[in-house]
């Protein structure tokens, strides 16, 4: 179904529709604060995108921003911050009683780096058990008039649902294995993980730290790129997203585990995209790509195993099952095997840029997920489409393309070249207008 | 663009959601009229999508019918009544301070049945002057944060703009030439103009009564085929949609006027019509209808000339210099060409029939409108592609497919067999899903 939308409400605005007005302070941070408020006050009680939702921590914030000079980029902007990510004034419970009340010290270098932005920090919210496995209370938007709710995705779960809610127009997510593209695409926003290493995650709780990337949600590619802008200090130039681009359709090893939606998804961004005038091409992986999906389980095992050794021994009776369960898989992964995997890794990486080049195209398009959501709360999904490129540190983006038979979102994902993230969100933005 | 519209609130939902709920009680005549009266209240300032809204009146008859037994199909809708409709509590102004204050002493045929199957009056919706020239105040929804207001198109100006801002999922509309179709392309919604003579005009403002039709604007194509059958009290049976079907593509002899963007929601729908399983095969026309257009002019100025002759001799200094100016343009119409005309017409349903049949074909596709909406509000567009399948007295279904350079939706218009109007809403939302 075409996007039959109508954007009345400021918090239905994406970034880069409201940043011209807020510079302008034609609309004020309060004004927008307000609108984000009423709608996450509306609708928190079904779809609990928040683990903590202050609305007088907001307003203040805002008044703050109205009162004194114009910041930068993010001026005005209310953004979701996954409860793995500190900050200074809410606490950080990472998803688990373990962390229940601990209220860190200062912020995380990303949520530094918003505020100095001018952004304001609208809640934490809701993650997975420590990122991982373990899902929250969270409910996917989409969902809320289906016959059974369905996961919103995770592990950054809340601020998927928050920015799919229009609670908020952008939020920050993480990934280790699939955890900014799956929820993305399951809530039908825009997800962004950039190059492994290029967005500090001081002040993040480690996961898997070969692995673990910072990325962002948000409803427009544009506003990805206003993020990227944002974190790293530079001039925000919008996207020139005309190409012409060459792109490689890639289904990877795991497309007999893509259900129909996923496929038609596929099949209609190639088609939207040829139409728009890109060439798009076939793409196939090649040993030692094609065992990367096992890779990364194993060595995101181990890592879980090292990252988490303390909270597993002293509190192993408050994680759950499933988190118990892979901690203690990482202990079987011995030290060789998980070399062997990083040797692997690192020869994966290079193949993946020979590839690239060899074919000369400017981004892979891939499946960003199975299909829909799954049904029910049980689970955030498999991660089995995104894995891969998570251990390849390319940067990533998941665009909606259609609905699903349940009624729900189904993307895409383009994935770019190393280092290239402002190139991998033209060809985002190419593929979102092919659309239009 | 996809869809990425996250339908929280109940105002939010199409009928066809609603619909159930409403039905076993789940949700109430009151909590779905409070969310369409929060929603108006909103917005109403910058849209103007009403000449008569009144809250407690709404309320009061939410009230009733949750005291009261199930009524029918429309228990507990808020619809749009266009302003040339009449009621027997509301004002029905027709657009024109010729009228203003005039209440009628009872309802409309279409608002007794309406309201004998549970539909509730939200208010009376904006129409252009009699439902010809004249733009009102309503602003398109879609434009309120582009850099200038755009039309919503009319006649049926407010129901359009209403029903696209969510404040109403339903409301009627009139066209004498294109005046259901095109603001519902505008607007992004679907538009419904069912078969010449089959829905009453009892009560309703004649304007040109070989043309006029009774038709309504709503969000999803299955939204159209409950009001139709509540409209004829027929049993509701959602539409079956699955085909195959054969469509005709039909640029019509106008083409040329159309904008690129009308072009590719063209392109856009044959090919997704086409994935989905359709043949769309080449359909022209051929004499005498590519002269209809033309016919139609003649025909609507010369049937004006004579609806509106009192109003005319009594209040010429009322009117807009357009209206008076076709008013006059169909004094200088002769009977001998008027005649002429209507033959014309007739031989040119006949050969449609034919073309139909020798064709194979379901439904045609054609433009609804020349593109975006036009910018400003002293014209609400023009209406070339729809006034040949009006005077053909095809049912006609807009369908929204995608979002044109301005930002603004722009759709595509199936086109029917007479008196096949189930039968060609199948089509419609066949086309409709054909983007899932």
């Known amino acids: 179904?075409?996007?039959?939308?109508?954007?009345?409400?400021?918090?239905?605005?994406?970034?880069?529709?409201?940043?011209?007005?807020?510079?302008?302070?034609?609309?004020?941070?309060?004004?927008?604060?307000?609108?984000?408020?009423?709608?996450?006050?509306?609708?928190?009680?079904?779809?609990?995108?928040?683990?903590?939702?202050?609305?007088?921590?907001?307003?203040?914030?805002?008044?703050?921003?109205?009162?004194?000079?114009?910041r930068g980029l993010l001026h005005g902007i209310p953004v979701a911050v996954k409860d793995i990510i500190d900050t200074a004034d809410l606490p950080t419970q990472c998803g688990t009683p373990i962390y229940a009340g601990r209220t860190p010290e200062q912020d995380a270098d990303c949520v530094a780096r918003t505020r100095a932005a001018g952004g304001l920090v609208m809640g934490k919210s809701v993650?997975?058990?420590?990122?991982?496995?373990?899902?929250?209370?969270?409910?996917?938007?989409?969902?809320?008039?289906?016959?059974?709710?369905h996961t919103p995705g995770g592990s950054s779960s809340g601020t998927a649902a928050a920015v799919?809610?229009?609670?908020?127009?952008?939020?920050?997510?993480?990934?280790?294995?699939?955890?900014?593209i799956r929820p993305a695409a399951f809530c039908g926003v825009v997800g962004f993980k950039p190059t492994f290493g290029v967005h500090s995650l001081?002040?993040?709780?480690?996961?898997?730290?070969?692995?673990?990337?910072?990325?962002?949600?948000?409803?427009a590619v544009e506003d990805a790129e206003i993020?990227?802008?944002?974190?790293?200090?530079?001039?925000?130039?919008?996207?020139?997203?005309?190409?012409?681009?060459?792109i490689g359709y890639c289904e990877t090893p795991d497309w007999h585990s893509a259900r129909?939606?996923?496929?038609?998804?596929?099949?209609?961004?190639?088609?939207?995209?040829?139409?728009?005038?890109?060439?798009?091409?076939?793409?196939?992986?090649?040993?030692?790509?094609?065992h990367l999906v096992e890779d990364h389980k194993l060595m995101m095992a181990y890592e879980v195993n090292r990252s988490l050794a303390d909270e597993y021994r002293d509190h192993a009776d408050l994680m759950t099952d499933g988190l118990r369960a892979l901690i203690e898989e990482g202990e079987t992964v011995s030290d060789a095997a998980y070399k062997k995997a990083l040797k692997a890794a690192e020869a994966a990486r290079q193949e993946i840029a020979r590839l690239f080049d060899e074919a000369g195209i400017d981004a892979i398009l891939t499946p960003s997920a199975r299909g829909e959501a799954?049904?029910?709360?049980?689970?955030?999904?498999?991660?089995?489409?995104?894995?891969?490129?998570?251990?390849?540190?390319?940067?990533?983006?998941?665009?909606?393309?259609?609905?699903?038979?349940?009624?729900?979102?189904?993307?895409?994902?383009?994935?770019g070249k190393l280092n290239r993230d402002r190139e991998l969100l033209t060809v985002a933005k190419f593929t979102e207008q092919a659309f239009c």
């Open 1 to 70: 179904m075409p996007d039959t939308t109508t954007m009345l409400d400021l918090n239905e605005l994406p970034v880069h529709m409201l940043l011209p007005r807020l510079q302008a302070r034609e609309v004020s941070a309060r004004d927008l604060a307000e609108a984000c408020i009423a709608r996450t006050e509306a609708h928190e009680a079904e779809i609990g995108a928040w683990t903590t939702f202050d609305a007088a921590a907001v307003r203040a914030q805002a008044d703050e921003l109205d009162a004194g000079p114009l």
């Open 374 to 415: 799954p049904e029910g709360l049980s689970t955030t999904g498999d991660p089995v489409f995104n894995r891969l490129w998570t251990l390849l540190k390319l940067p990533c983006a998941a665009v909606p393309v259609l609905d699903g038979p349940a009624g729900l979102p189904v993307g895409v994902q383009l994935v």
């Open 127 to 149: 993650t997975t058990e420590f990122a991982c496995v373990g899902p929250g209370k969270t409910v996917n938007p989409h969902s809320l008039h289906a016959k059974e709710v």
């Open 202 to 219: 001081a002040g993040v709780q480690p996961l898997g730290p070969t692995l673990d990337t910072l990325g962002w949600l948000c409803r």
């Open 260 to 290: 129909g939606a996923a496929a038609r998804a596929m099949d209609t961004a190639r088609t939207a995209m040829e139409r728009a005038g890109a060439k798009v091409v076939p793409f196939d992986l090649t040993p030692p790509l094609t």
């Open 227 to 246: 993020m990227r802008a944002a974190q790293l200090g530079e001039a925000y130039k919008p996207l020139d997203a005309d190409g012409p681009y060459r």
């Open 164 to 180: 799919a809610a229009c609670m908020v127009p952008l939020g920050f997510g993480t990934q280790t294995a699939g955890s900014v």
